[in-house]
């Protein structure tokens, strides 16, 4: 059974980090791109970043561009996004979901499995 588990949200100041964890189970993150997702209150869920799973290569919005990373380990079939310089736009509940799309798709609706979310929220 394909499982992705997001984990890591919190609450966290303004200016401060956090690091969001998608554990994948039930396939390999080599024959998947995975893509990190957000959705505000009252707002359409948007893409963050993805990392595509032929060559590792990374997309990510403009508005966080600089201040967040998206990584994979493989052995741990985990795929990590790194945000740092945290604003209060950034509060979101946050989902990883997983895709055999080749590159780095955008869009949700390229995405098969879904992870279940995790809150993310800045304070001012």
């Known amino acids: 059974e394909v499982q992705l588990q997001a984990s890591g949200g919190g609450l966290v100041q303004a200016g401060g980090s956090l690091t969001l964890s998608c554990a994948a189970s039930g396939f390999t993150l080599d024959d998947y791109a995975i893509g990190w997702f957000r959705q505000a209150p009252g707002k359409e869920r948007e893409g963050v970043s993805c990392?595509?799973?032929?060559?590792?290569?990374?997309y990510y919005r403009d508005s966080v561009k600089g201040r967040f990373t998206v990584s994979s380990d493989n052995a741990k079939n985990t795929v990590y996004l790194q945000m740092s310089s945290l604003k209060p736009e950034d509060t979101a509940v946050y989902y990883c979901a997983a895709t055999t799309v080749i590159g780095v798709p955008k869009q949700p609706t390229s995405y098969y499995y879904w992870g279940q979310g995790t809150q993310v929220t800045v304070s001012s």
């Open positions: 990392i595509g799973s032929s060559d590792g290569t990374s």
